[in-house]
């Protein structure tokens, strides 16, 4: 986890999840919303999905995606953003 952290695409996905935990979005508003390039996004999501840091809602014309539930997570990643602000 603390690899895809020192990306700064995947902090920023992971901070805006982070900061608005009950979010459910596609990349194409992710994207909008951090300010980055859609494609690197998603990517970005995907590695995130991986390391169960972002769940992903698949349904036949979208995914939405969605801040982790796990509280040993969450409070990893808060630890993470505090020490590296």
Not at 9 to 35: C, Y
Not at 50 to 61: L, M, V
């Amino acid at each position: 986890m603390d690899k895809l952290l020192k990306s700064r695409m995947h902090l920023k996905v992971v901070k805006f999840f982070h900061e608005n935990q009950g979010s459910v979005d596609t990349p194409r508003g992710i994207a909008t919303w951090i300010g980055e390039d859609r494609l690197k996004v998603r990517q970005a999501l995907e590695d995130l999905v991986e390391a169960k840091i972002i769940i992903a809602d698949r349904a036949t014309s979208t995914t939405g995606y969605c801040y982790t539930r796990d509280d040993k997570i969450i409070k990893k990643i808060d630890k993470f953003l505090k020490m590296n602000r």
